[in-house]
């Protein structure tokens, strides 16, 4: 009997795996992407399909795991500083597109006929977002990092906060619900908040510590171990006191993000993220109750298209209001339009305090599943819809095997020029740049430019940065800057780092990075065109060169000190056109002052009297 329990256990195994293998390949060959791919093999060896599975249930919880670590991952890409930079996008927008979406979906609820608090929880439940979806999507196209898919995590992370005062709703709404007391609902949001509390303070006071104690070690499964039980753990505190388990993991991720073990922590936690995040995807399909859909289609049909369009509809609305682009607002619209995991848990908890029956909730799981199902589909539509102009790569070789002693990411103007002492000096150099028409443009003029992202470490490893004797980060984007030197920094640390500094803020990150040198793209220019400006107006040039230094000690003192107090700091050391007294002199006399009448000189020695 044992023998037979654990073949049939292996044989779902071996099912999960093969579905996966065979599924995914074919639908990314069609263009429909790994999701669909995924959905659809759920389906197919589903307990609606060929039944190899029964109980789907059991392993959409184990497969949640999958969104957790995701949620960990992106946690690590987001500093504290840049999530506080986002609190505006949270919990502005986030919370606008909930809100004007909560009424849309409800509104059509009660267009179909269905008491209000049926309506509310069913519409409430589909503006809940799928995470892991639209995380994927970001993360195939590349767009996590960017403004735009920035706005959208934000909006996320917002309504995954949002599904706790909705479960406090259902309990309220629930019939008897109003006799729960004050207190224990306060209670309930006090247990949460001291969750977030603990788990802000064991991350910044405890993980780094834990972290170099196991580096000491030199044992790399315990490190693998020991980043499972982080994420695992923290999303089993939020998940004990009510918050979700992504929520937990990915403020863990948050918490390690500028720790030293981050990229470490990244490649562990890798290979588990994407096998599970895979099983999710198999799980939501085999969830899906063909037999309600079949006896329920016109409802669902009719449900499932109203509430997209709606909630796309808020969503554009919401993002043209806030001054996005048309193009902006659609994608967003479109790639936010289906409903979400955490559906299933408000659906659940609508019915076991009896707001809808077991027949409400299974149409309205199939609803969701059906519009997570949709929602690669219309990417496709909406990418053929409105073209994007690609770049092509005919003629362009792209950056592979590289060995020059020194590499350089990024050849625009600044590039260019920073080139030509070392070419002229006869140094091998390689050059790697991400814009093709730029790359052919430079071709005319003599120049070997490959093409290459700097940002991803295998495009490093491909352009030699790791045989380098020094990598010159040349490139505009300040963002970009600041992620290749953390990455370089990380991977190849004995690599020399001279970097391109957008401004003093990016200037200060690349500095903290580890960078070897950086230089304010504007700062010398500016300071030979203000040199220049003085001898125009007749200043003799020794007297120039001395006021150029002044300037020059001036802002190496302000940098240091915005180094140790942060950027609103070194206000003293720059020179303002107004009149406002400054209690401390801007530069230092060159001899002392003196009195030139009594009264003058009793004041001053009063004040050396009372200093």
């Known amino acids: 009997m044992a023998a037979e329990a654990s073949s049939s256990d292996l044989v779902q195994v071996v099912a999960l795996l093969a579905a996966g293998v065979v599924a995914v390949p074919i639908f990314k060959r069609m263009g429909l992407g790994s999701i669909l791919g995924y959905l659809a093999a759920g389906v197919?060896?589903?307990?609606?399909?060929?039944r190899v599975f029964s109980e789907s249930e059991a392993i959409l919880h184990v497969a949640e795991l999958g969104v957790v670590m995701f949620l960990f991952i992106i946690g690590l890409e987001m500093q504290p500083s840049r999530l506080w930079s986002l609190r505006r996008e949270i919990f502005g927008?986030?919370?606008?597109?909930?809100?004007?979406?909560?009424?849309?979906?409800?509104?059509?609820?009660?267009?179909?006929?269905?008491?209000?608090?049926?309506?509310?929880?069913?519409?409430?439940?589909?503006?809940?977002t799928s995470t892991a979806i639209v995380m994927q999507l970001l993360e195939e196209r590349g767009e996590i990092a960017t403004p735009k898919g920035q706005r959208i995590v934000s909006i996320l992370l917002l309504e995954d906060l949002t599904i706790v005062p909705l479960l406090a709703l259902v309990a309220f709404l629930a019939p008897g619900g109003a006799d729960t007391s004050l207190s224990e609902r306060l209670t309930e949001v006090g247990i949460g908040v001291a969750a977030i509390v603990g788990l802000v303070v064991a991350g910044r006071y405890l993980l780094n510590p834990l972290f170099r104690i196991l580096a000491d070690a030199r044992a790399r499964e315990v490190m693998t171990a020991a980043a499972l039980l982080v994420v695992l753990g923290s999303a089993l505190a939020m998940q004990l006191s009510g918050l979700s388990m992504a929520m937990g993991a990915f403020l863990a991720g948050v918490l390690l993000s500028e720790s030293t073990f981050r990229h470490q922590l990244e490649a562990d936690i890798e290979p588990f993220r994407g096998i599970l995040l895979g099983l999710f995807f198999l799980a939501v399909g085999m969830s899906l109750d063909l037999g309600v859909v079949a006896q329920n289609w016109r409802l669902v049909a009719i449900y499932v298209v109203a509430y997209m369009i709606m909630k796309a509809l808020g969503i554009y609305i919401v993002a043209r209001m806030l001054r996005s682009g048309h193009r902006e607002a659609l994608e967003r619209a479109v790639f936010m339009a289906q409903g979400g995991e955490f559906a299933f848990v408000l659906y659940s908890s609508a019915a076991s305090v009896g707001i809808i029956d077991g027949q409400a909730n299974a149409t309205l799981t199939a609803i969701i599943i059906i519009s997570m199902v949709l929602t690669p589909l219309a990417i496709v539509a909406l990418r053929y819809l409105t073209p994007r102009d690609e770049q092509s790569l005919e003629g362009v070789d792209i950056a592979d095997g590289l060995t020059g002693s020194v590499l350089i990411i990024g050849f625009g103007r600044f590039g260019q020029i920073a080139s030509q002492p070392l070419l002229l000096r006869g140094l091998d150099v390689s050059?790697?740049?991400?814009?093709?028409?730029?790359?052919?443009?430079?071709?005319?003029?003599?120049?070997?430019?490959?093409?290459?992202?700097?940002?991803?470490?295998?495009?490093?490893?491909?352009?030699?940065?790791?045989?380098?004797?020094?990598?010159l980060i040349c490139v505009d984007k300040p963002d970009a800057a600041v992620r290749i030197a953390q990455l370089i920094k990380a991977e190849f640390p004995l690599v020399t780092i001279l970097a391109r500094a957008f401004d003093r803020g990016t200037a200060l990150q690349l500095i903290r990075a580890g960078v070897d040198y950086q230089l304010?793209?504007?700062?010398?220019?500016?300071?030979?065109?203000?040199?220049?400006?003085?001898?125009?107006?007749?200043?003799?040039?020794?007297?120039?060169?001395?006021?150029?230094?002044?300037?020059?000690?001036?802002?190496?003192?302000?940098?240091?000190?915005?180094?140790?107090?942060?950027?609103?700091a070194g206000q003293r050391f720059l020179?303002?056109?107004?009149?406002?007294?400054?209690?401390?002199?801007?530069t230092q006399p060159r001899r002392a002052g003196r009195a030139l009448n009594e009264e003058?000189?009793?004041?001053?020695?009063?004040?050396?009297?009372?200093?």
Not at 44 to 50: A, K, M
Not at 441 to 453: L, P
Not at 575 to 586: Q, R, S
Not at 600 to 611: F, I, R
């Open 44 to 50: 197919v060896i589903g307990p609606f399909g060929l």
């Open 93 to 128: 927008l986030g919370a606008l597109q909930v809100g004007v979406c909560a009424i849309l979906l409800t509104l059509v609820g009660l267009a179909g006929g269905f008491p209000i608090a049926q309506s509310f929880v069913a519409g409430a439940g589909f503006v809940l």
């Open 431 to 471: 050059i790697i740049d991400n814009e093709v028409e730029m790359i052919q443009a430079a071709a005319d003029f003599g120049f070997k430019v490959y093409y290459g992202d700097g940002t991803r470490l295998d495009i490093l490893h491909a352009a030699g940065a790791g045989r380098a004797r020094a990598v």
């Open 520 to 568: 304010r793209e504007t700062f010398e220019s500016a300071l030979v065109f203000g040199g220049s400006a003085l001898e125009a107006l007749g200043v003799d040039p020794e007297e120039v060169a001395e006021v150029i230094e002044d300037v020059r000690r001036r802002d190496e003192a302000r940098f240091e000190t915005q180094l140790a107090e942060g950027i609103r």
């Open 575 to 586: 020179k303002g056109n107004i009149g406002t007294p400054i209690p401390t002199p801007l």
């Open 600 to 611: 003058t000189a009793g004041v001053l020695n009063k004040a050396e009297t009372n200093s």
